[in-house]
């Protein structure tokens, strides 16, 4: 609709709609990461050359079954050399226990003569200090066995890390390793497989940023779209707003998870999605178009402390008017004051000499084309 001002200048068209009422669905959009629920990384505690692969890209796996197996001979080996120095160790001891027996022997031997003034008492200090030696002796070697039982303990273990197995059931997402490759577990655990436990049960971790994220909540409905299928919607609800801030070049965002149903297995890991979360729905409020609020009268001040829309009243007038809103969608914003009503016409832009033009042509009228 179109009316007109005149006070002495030219007159001034506005462009005008109605308060109607009708549906308004407030949103958040962002973008996000499609992932497993459940991800597993299984690595190596041990270093050595990946020997056989019992795995591959989506190869599905129970739990307790072999993934790979890394080439057991020098651990084997050390485990041999850690058998052999306990028992090493062990012969070592029953020696030193057979010797500290005798020393015992002698030393209680000395003790009894020297009442009689067999021996001196020189003799017999020697003796007790030979015993005391021997008695020493026994702990060391008891220790260097204790030692060396660790040391087996420990090459055991290694040997049984070799075999790496799968920790949960699932499907390989991944795989980093091949035959013949050598793993260095010295400062950090190498990846091998990843394991997604169901892929039939996904969570986009989408970043809203800091002025949207008051809006959403657990339980919030969302959709989404990939570009794999971009004319599906995926339907999921929010599971959890993370409370971590995530800072890039001073913007900050927040971690928003939404859980959905992937019976078909369309969706995959990493896929980007273009999440549309429902922060606010109501079916038939009292609305204003945007346009209307954006509005400003030329050479008139703003209040930038109200709401304020522009409205033609019967004499086609313009007077302004302050109003209370509530939700808003990228077209319309609920009205929560009883200052506006449906049907008044409120201006949403002042008409340009072109529209001007255009609207006064007849019907069907091409530029560049006469009348007759």
Known sequence: ?????????????????????????????????????????????????????????????????????IDQKPFKARLSQARAAVKSARGNLARAKVLAIQRKREFDRMAALRPQAFVSQADVDLAETNYRDASANVEVLQAQLDQAQAVLASAELDLGYTTIYSPVDGIVVSRNVDVGQTLAATFQTPTLFVIAQDLTQMQVNANVSESDVGGVKEGTEANFRVDAYSKQFFDG??????????NIQNVVTYDVVITVRNPELKLKPGMTANVTIVTARKENPLRVPNSALRFRMPNMPTDRKATRVWVLDPNHQPRQVEASTGIADSLYTEVVSDTLHEGDPVIVGIETEEEQLQRKLPPGFEPGRSLR
């Open 1 to 69: 609709m179109w009316y007109w001002w005149t006070s002495g200048a030219p007159p001034i068209h506005y462009k005008t709609a109605l308060v109607d009422r009708g549906p308004i669905t407030a949103i958040v959009t962002a973008t996000g990461t499609i992932n497993p629920v459940v991800s597993v990384q299984v690595g190596s505690q041990v270093s050595g050359k990946v020997a056989q692969l019992f795995a591959d890209f989506n190869s599905k796996v129970a739990r307790g079954q072999i993934l790979a197996q």
């Open 237 to 246: 609800v929010v599971t959890q707003v993370r409370n971590a801030p995530i």
